[in-house]
């Protein structure tokens, strides 16, 4: 029911932003990659997330870095097949004692189809939907150990040097099976907005510098184990974050400052700190 | 603080070349468009630096089109014709449709 209440309100505020005159470009999310017909896009990035507050007396700490890898191509004009790999890193410090991890998150393959898109010399207005699917490949530490489908909804609108971005998605954790230990993990809704402004840089109208907000707010559900949630799973969080994004011809270098400004642990979990992202996209 | 001037120096380096490149593509298309049939059109939906390629790069696989050039903030195409070959305006408009843009009306 509170799922469905907030899918509801995702659809408002999807109806509320192609409605306005308000605008973005994300940095944080991939669905916004939209490459010509057989064009290519690479994005590759480093994110940084560090979580502690320890509520136990344990004094947990844990520092994460992962480095995704994205491939996006433009297979029609209205379809955009994409591949994201990402390697991560673990650093965890408890009661005196630390580990570290290094290994694959699982492969996810999305598809993004243009529903709409109107371009005139005022603005420009777009909306796909997408389907995204996570393969669970990646190794024991940083695998989900199930299939997950992410379906979701991304709106852009560009009007003169203001940009605004709206995605919505879904991820339906565990939708064919559970894993190893038949527990079958929490669902995550993501809601993301991002604004951006761009500064012209030179004459040539081939540098761009774009100063960017985005407000990102996840809901992950609670795991369940023979009908019951699992404790100490599930939480929400509200991330406000700026940055930039530097584009030179067909070459964009992007960083970001997440900012968690609210959040709700269901249980005894560490806080989210705050995290960052440094990347680039290449196009050709 | 080795690794943030070794950062710098990769960004930095990055950018000339990125830099570079662009100011590389202008002056061919300029230079070319003096010997050749240049056409202007109309484009709608480009929003940022990095839709010049796309568009650039499936109207250049036309035949006949020596140089094409976008401009994302005037909204326009550069086409250069290659001289004693002719070019189908509809090929250039079906181009600009591939590239996820809107043509339209030809300037020039």
């Given amino acids: ?284 | 603080m080795t690794r943030c001037t070794a950062l710098f120096l990769t960004l930095s380096a990055l950018l000339v070349c990125g830099t570079g490149c662009a100011v590389t593509d202008q002056d061919v298309t300029s230079e070319s468009a003096q010997n050749s049939d240049t056409r202007v059109y109309e484009v709608f939906g480009m929003d940022c630096p990095g839709c010049h390629g796309g568009v650039e790069k499936l109207v250049k696989k036309i035949p006949g089109v020596q140089q094409a050039e976008a401009n994302w903030q005037k909204k326009q195409l550069v086409v250069a014709v290659r001289p004693g070959t002719e070019l189908n305006d509809e090929e250039v408009y079906d181009a600009i449709r591939r590239a996820n843009f809107t043509a339209g009306k030809r300037i020039k």
Wanted: charged residues 20%; hydrophobic residues 40%; neutral net charge.
């Fill in chain 1, 1 to 284: 029911m509170r799922t469905l209440l907030l899918l509801s309100l995702a659809a408002l505020v999807v109806l509320a932003v192609a409605s306005s005159n308000a605008i973005a470009a994300g940095i944080s999310v991939d669905a916004g990659l939209t490459p010509a017909e057989d064009r290519w896009i690479l994005r590759s990035q480093v994110r940084y997330m560090r979580r502690n507050n320890d509520p136990t007396p344990m004094d947990r700490r844990m520092n994460m870095y992962a480095f995704p890898a994205v491939v996006a191509y433009g297979l029609r004009p209205d379809f955009t097949l994409m591949v994201r790999q990402v390697v991560k890193h673990m650093d965890m410090s408890m009661a005196g004692s630390r580990s570290r991890t290094t290994g694959l998150d699982d492969l996810f393959i999305l598809g993004k189809y243009k529903l709409y898109r109107r371009n005139t010399p005022q603005y420009t207005f777009g909306i796909a939907t997408t389907l995204g699917l996570e393969i669970p490949t990646g190794t024991n530490s940083f695998s989900s150990g199930t299939w997950d489908a992410q379906p979701g909804l991304y709106t852009s609108w560009r009007s003169g040097p203001w940009a605004a971005d709206f995605n919505v998605a879904y991820s339906w954790n565990g939708f064919a099976d559970r894993d190893e230990s038949g527990v079958n993990p929490g669902d995550e809704l993501s809601l993301d907005w991002a604004l951006a402004y761009q500064l012209s840089i030179g004459d040539n109208a081939r540098v761009t510098l774009a100063p960017v907000l985005e407000l990102s707010y996840r809901n992950i559900s609670s795991d369940r184990q023979g009908g019951l949630d699992v404790a100490n799973t599930g939480e929400s969080v509200l991330y406000l974050s700026p940055g930039a994004k530097l584009t030179v011809s067909s070459f964009i270098l992007e960083a970001l400052l997440q900012i968690p400004v609210w959040q709700d642990q269901q249980g005894l979990q560490l806080d989210r700190n705050l995290g960052f992202i440094l990347g680039s996209r290449y196009m050709f």
